[in-house]
């Protein structure tokens, strides 16, 4: 069993930039890929970036890239979405997940965070 919880969402301005955490119970954390993923209002769940248990194989979705970076701590159980050059089509509840695979879609998850609200303004 994981538990997760997210940090660090909020408002910022577009252009701005955001640094959310998410922190994993247990002791097994580096076996487990983990994931970001995004809802909007009135949208449907995406996949925003994944990093293998071994943090040295990353993805992202295209809307992200270049501008969203993920990296994990394994020795503090911890992974982290450093988002930059933020834009008002990001504004979504960022979840975390964590699962066997560092898949693109939210079934290939077990475990899953609470959310956080990141709101980027125009």
């Known amino acids: 069993q994981v538990q997760l919880v997210e940090s660090g969402g909020g408002l910022v301005q577009a252009g701005g930039s955001l640094r959310l955490s998410c922190a994993a119970s247990g002791r097994t954390f580096s076996s487990y890929a983990m994931g970001w993923f995004r809802q909007a209002p009135g949208k449907e769940r995406e996949f925003v970036a994944a990093i293998r248990g071994s943090g040295y194989n990353t993805y992202y979705a295209d809307s992200v890239k270049g501008r969203f970076t993920i990296s994990r701590d394994n020795a503090k159980n911890t992974v982290t979405l450093q988002m930059n050059s933020l834009k008002p089509e990001d504004t979504?509840?960022?979840?975390?997940a964590a699962g066997r695979v560092a898949g693109t879609h939210?079934?290939?998850?077990?475990?899953?965070?609470?959310?956080?609200?990141v709101t980027v303004s125009s």
């Open 92 to 96: 979504a509840v960022y979840y975390c």
């Open 106 to 117: 939210g079934y290939e998850y077990d475990y899953w965070g609470q959310g956080t609200q």
